[in-house]
């Protein structure tokens, strides 16, 4: 199994930058997709970016495209996402889910088995 974790969340300013990654314990990302989704206090779980097994296909939500990238580097076993822009509304813990191997990546949480612990980020106004 492949276990998803977490780190760089943090508290930022409105306007500012983040990025925040999602490193493999136990076996790899490679041959997964691997997707972010988010969820604030009293709200739904919201996908947030996703990207295909060889990184050549990208899926984002409609609240962040054009201010998030989401990017993979399977020599490192990681998964970054690079949020810019960042606005209060995007405070949420972000969770990190990789599918199955050979899965295919998309915007609903079923296509992944493995999920992270998630990593806290706090935008201030």
């Known amino acids: 199994q492949v276990q998803p974790v977490e780190s760089g969340g943090g508290l930022v300013q409105a306007g500012g930058s983040l990025r925040v990654s999602c490193a493999a314990s136990?076996?790899?990302?490679?041959?997964?997709?691997v997707g972010w989704f988010r969820q604030a206090p009293g709200k739904e779980r919201e996908f947030v970016a996703a990207i295909s097994r060889a990184g050549a296909n990208t899926y984002y939500g409609d609240s962040v495209k054009g201010r998030f990238t989401i990017s993979r580097d399977d020599a490192k076993n990681t998964v970054y996402l690079q949020m810019n822009s960042l606005k209060p509304e995007d405070t949420a813990v972000y969770y990190c889910?990789?599918?199955?191997?050979?899965?295919?990546?998309?915007?609903?949480?079923?296509?992944?088995?493995?999920w992270g612990q998630g990593t806290q980020v706090t935008v201030s106004s």
């Open positions: 889910a990789a599918s199955k191997m050979f899965g295919i990546a998309g915007a609903q949480a079923s296509a992944y088995e493995y």
């Open positions: 136990g076996r790899t990302f490679a041959n997964r997709a």
